[in-house]
Nanobody, 125 residues
Framework: QPQLVESGGGWVQPGGSLRLSCVASGSGFSLNRNAIAWFRQAPGKEREGVACIYTSGESTIYAHSVQGRFTIDRDNAKNTVYLQMNSLKPEDTAVYYC????????????????WGQGTQVTVSS
C-alpha cells in the first residue's frame, strides 16, 4: 500500500511563494502509472481540487482560482510531485493534501485511492 507524505507548508505573507512536495513510497509502488492531485481544505469549507498532473507529466489541470499562480510538476524518478505556489493570497490558506489514482486525473476527491496527511499553508500579514 502506497504512502503519500506532504511537506513544504508554512506561513507566508501575501504575495509570497511556497513549494509543496508530495513523496510517494511503499513496496513496489511507483508514480509512473498514477495521476497525482493536490486538494485543499480551509476551515469550514469543503475540500476542493487545486491541481492535477497526469502520469506522463505532460498534461495538467488547475482550478480557476489558482490558474497562472500555481504550477504542478513531477519527478517520477524521485516518486515526487511538487506544487509551486506563487503570488499567494489569504484565501489560499488551507490544509493541502496530495492524492493519487491510476492513470487519469479526476475532479472528484472520492475517486482518489490514497491520500497524504496534509500540510498547513497560512497566508497572512
Amino acid at each position: 500500500q502506497p504512502q503519500l507524505v506532504e511537506s513544504g507548508g508554512g506561513w507566508v505573507q501575501p504575495g509570497g511563494s511556497l513549494r509543496l512536495s508530495c513523496v510517494a513510497s511503499g513496496s513496489g509502488f511507483s508514480l509512473n502509472r498514477n495521476a497525482i492531485a493536490w486538494f485543499r481544505q480551509a476551515p469550514g469549507k469543503e475540500r476542493e481540487g487545486v491541481a492535477c498532473i497526469y502520469t506522463s507529466g505532460e498534461s495538467t489541470i488547475y482550478a480557476h482560482s489558482v490558474q497562472g499562480r500555481f504550477t504542478i510538476d513531477r519527478d517520477n524518478a524521485k516518486n515526487t510531485v511538487y506544487l509551486q505556489m506563487n503570488s499567494l493570497k489569504p484565501e489560499d490558506t488551507a490544509v493541502y493534501y496530495c492524492a493519487e489514482r491510476l492513470f487519469y486525473c479526476s475532479t472528484y476527491d472520492t475517486e482518489y485511492d490514497y491520500w497524504g496527511q496534509g500540510t498547513q499553508v497560512t497566508v497572512s500579514s
